[in-house]
């Protein structure tokens, strides 16, 4: 019983003979049936990586509230807003700009980091 279930978790983990190094199913663009997501889903995943603890402890190490930070500079509220608001814009640019082939085309990431290394 134990080897049936040893031997049925081996061939589910086993790689399809097809795979070579440049190509294998895992970096494929996914067919149009698998593209579940939409506008809406990608807009909440980026709004979920502005919203965690980094961006919180950001904004209160500008103002200088905690005398244990490092980079407590001592801004006003509003300040500290305003850099907040316009580093988060910049930075979603630059997603923006790096994943703008995955979202249209559907090449996965890993595919598109091997171009700049000539693979």
Known sequence: MIVVAC???????????????????????????????TRRTFVFFWLATSINIVEWSAASSSLGWCRYDIVAIGLTVGQAIAVNAISTIIICVA??????????????????????WGV
């Not at 983990?13 to 997501?37: H, K």
């Not at 997603?95 to 171009?115: C, D, E, K, M, Q």
Request: aromatic share 8%; hydrophobic share 40%.
């Open 7 to 37: 031997t049925n978790l081996l061939k589910s983990l086993e790689v399809s003979a097809d795979s070579t190094a440049y190509q294998n199913e895992d970096i494929l663009p996914l067919p149009p049936a698998r593209r579940t997501w």
């Open 95 to 116: 997603l923006l700009i790096s994943g703008h082939a995955g979202a249209r085309w559907n090449i996965p990431f890993a595919v598109i980091n091997r171009t700049g």
